[in-house]
């Protein structure tokens, strides 16, 4: 099986930073792409950023220029740098890996979410 587990959630001020790491374990061969999304309450889970293999980061307009994506292909494992953090930030934040390469088969992964909390 293939664990996505985060890490680095929770409650800061408005304009400070966060970083949430997310960690894939089990029989990988291959992961495409990794990136974070979002769920505020009420809200629809939303794209936050992207990474693929080769280090290309995607990321939602709503956090472009504040958040950056990255990834140690060799762990696994992607980050995410929240800067000049805002209260419309605060959302529960998943890990997902939408191509992970398992025994010959392609699979999506999830992790279990990390709460990010901004207070004003």
């Known amino acids: 099986q293939v664990q996505l587990v985060e890490s680095g959630g929770g409650l800061v001020q408005a304009g400070k930073s966060l970083r949430l790491s997310c960690a894939a374990s089990?029989?990988?061969?291959?992961?495409?792409?990794m990136g974070w999304y979002r769920q505020a309450p009420g809200k629809q889970r939303e794209l936050v950023a992207t990474?693929?293999?080769?280090?290309?980061?995607n990321y939602a307009n709503s956090v472009a220029g504040r958040f950056t994506i990255s990834k140690d292909n060799a762990k696994n494992t992607v980050y995410l740098q929240m800067n000049s953090l805002k209260p419309e930030d605060t959302a529960v934040y998943y890990c997902n890996a939408p191509r992970v390469l398992v025994h010959g088969r392609w699979y999506e992964y999830w992790g279990q979410g990390t709460q990010v909390t901004v207070s004003s």
């Open positions: 990474i693929t293999s080769g280090g290309s980061p």
């Open positions: 089990g029989s990988i061969f291959e992961i495409n792409v």
